[in-house]
Nanobody
Framework: VQLVESGGGLVQPGGSLRLSCAASGFTFSIYDMNWYRQAPGKERELVAVISSVGGITNYADSVKGRFTISRDNAKNTVYLQMNSLKPEDTAVYYC?????????WGQGTQVTVSS
């Protein structure tokens, strides 16, 4: 199993970014996919979830209405569209899934929201 995130960077408050996570080594379409983030000095927190069946989504309250998770099963990729970014969204963002009961993580991509 391999998860590779991309799309992070420096953005001004109010701006947008789209993160991507390219997955390989497992049958992507049958597994739920998650985005987590970890800010300096804080615990890793779940940001968004998308189910394998029906693409049902769920979000942390702190990002609801601003972030959108989606997936393209043909490309084995999950996305996180982040709009109206705030300085408190600054963190390393990780892609995650659980295959046969074992969690897998990408290497993370840094998102910095600052003027």
């Amino acid at each position: 199993v391999q998860l590779v995130e991309s799309g992070g960077g420096l953005v001004q408050p109010g701006g947008s970014l789209r993160l991507s996570c390219a997955a390989s080594g497992f049958t992507f379409s049958i597994y739920d996919m998650n985005w987590y983030r970890q800010a300096p000095g804080k615990e890793r927190e779940l940001v968004a979830v998308i189910s394998s069946v029906g693409g049902i989504t769920n979000y942390a309250d702190s990002v609801k209405g601003r972030f959108t998770i989606s997936r393209d099963n043909a490309k084995n990729t999950v996305y996180l569209q982040m709009n109206s970014l705030k300085p408190e969204d600054t963190a390393v963002y990780y892609c995650n899934t659980r295959v046969r009961g074992r969690p897998y993580w990408g290497q993370g991509t840094q998102v910095t929201v600052s003027s």
